[in-house]
Nanobody, 120 residues
Framework: QLQLVESGGGPGEPGGSLTLSCAVS????????MHWYRQAPGKQRELVAI???????NYPDSVKGRFTISTDNDKNTVYLHMNSLKPEDTAVYYC??????????????WGQGTRVTVSS
C-alpha cells in the first residue's frame, strides 16, 4: 500500500512562492499519473495540476502560468511549485497518485493534505 506524505505548506505572502512536496513510499514510476488538488474552506475540491502517464502537464486557468508540477523519481517525490501567490490560493492541498495495477486497473492513493494560507 503506497503512502503519500505532503509537506511544505504554511503561510505565504501575495506575490510570493511556495513549493509543496509529496513523498511517495516505495517507487515513483514515470507511468504514474500525478495530480495536485486543493480545497478551500466551504468549497469543493479543485484539481490544480496534472501530470499524465505520458509526462504531459495541464493546469486550470486559475493557476496556469503560476503553478508547476514536477517529479523527481530518484527521490520518489512530486512537487507543486507555486509562484505569484494570491489570497485565493489559500486551501488545503492534496497529492493524488494513480497507478495502473495489472489485473485491477487504475488505483488511487491520496495524501493527508498540507495547508497553505496566503495573506499579507
Amino acid at each position: 500500500q503506497l503512502q503519500l506524505v505532503e509537506s511544505g505548506g504554511g503561510p505565504g505572502e501575495p506575490g510570493g512562492s511556495l513549493t509543496l512536496s509529496c513523498a511517495v513510499s516505495g517507487w515513483l514510476y514515470n507511468a504514474d499519473r500525478m495530480h495536485w488538488y486543493r480545497q478551500a474552506p466551504g468549497k469543493q475540491r479543485e484539481l490544480v495540476a496534472i501530470k499524465t502517464e505520458n509526462g504531459d502537464t495541464n493546469y486550470p486557468d486559475s493557476v496556469k502560468g503560476r503553478f508547476t508540477i514536477s517529479t523527481d523519481n530518484d527521490k520518489n517525490t512530486v512537487y507543486l511549485h507555486m509562484n505569484s501567490l494570491k489570497p485565493e490560493d489559500t486551501a488545503v492541498y492534496y497529492c493524488h497518485l494513480q497507478r495502473l495495477v495489472v489485473g485491477i486497473g487504475w488505483t488511487d492513493y491520496w495524501g493527508q493534505g498540507t495547508r497553505v494560507t496566503v495573506s499579507s
